[in-house]
């Protein structure tokens, strides 16, 4: 339901951008967000976005680097990276979370259990 793409090689202090579209039932989704991962260890959070585009959240590591955005016809979202270090280097998920009656247009998320669908990984590699 969720297809990332845009990883790659790049040196370090350079640029990347992902994209993450979601087919299928989409009206369904709400909040989305990228998450990483090193093998062997826990799924990370990197960033969020509320359904309404207008609140993110960061991780710490990725802030003033990273910005997390939204298609208008709000399937797609795209993470937008810069100034990136060899300890981004890692494989990417996107998230999106499946809409409950309790959620808010505003609202976004920082925790893989708050999440419904992944993606497949895309892979970033920051090497020179």
């Known amino acids: 339901q969720l297809q990332a793409s845009g990883g790659g090689l790049v040196q370090p202090g350079g640029s990347l951008s992902l994209s993450c579209v979601a087919a299928?039932?989409?009206?369904?989704?709400?909040?989305m967000g990228w998450f990483r991962q090193i093998p062997g260890k826990e799924r990370e959070f990197v960033a969020a976005?509320?359904?309404?585009?207008?609140?993110?959240g960061y991780a710490d590591s990725v802030k003033g680097r990273f910005t997390i955005s939204r298609s208008t016809s709000k399937n797609t979202v795209f993470l937008q990276m810069i100034s990136l270090k060899p300890e981004d280097t890692v494989v990417y998920y996107c998230?999106?979370?499946?809409?409950?009656?309790?959620?808010?247009?505003?609202?976004?998320?920082?925790?893989?259990?708050?999440?419904?669908?992944w993606g497949q990984g895309t892979e970033v590699t920051v090497s020179s």
């Open positions: 998230a999106a979370r499946r809409r409950l009656s309790s959620d808010s247009v505003h609202d976004y998320y920082r925790g893989t259990n708050d999440y419904d669908y």
């Open positions: 299928g039932r989409t009206v369904d989704i709400y909040a």
């Open positions: 976005i509320s359904w309404r585009g207008d609140r993110k």
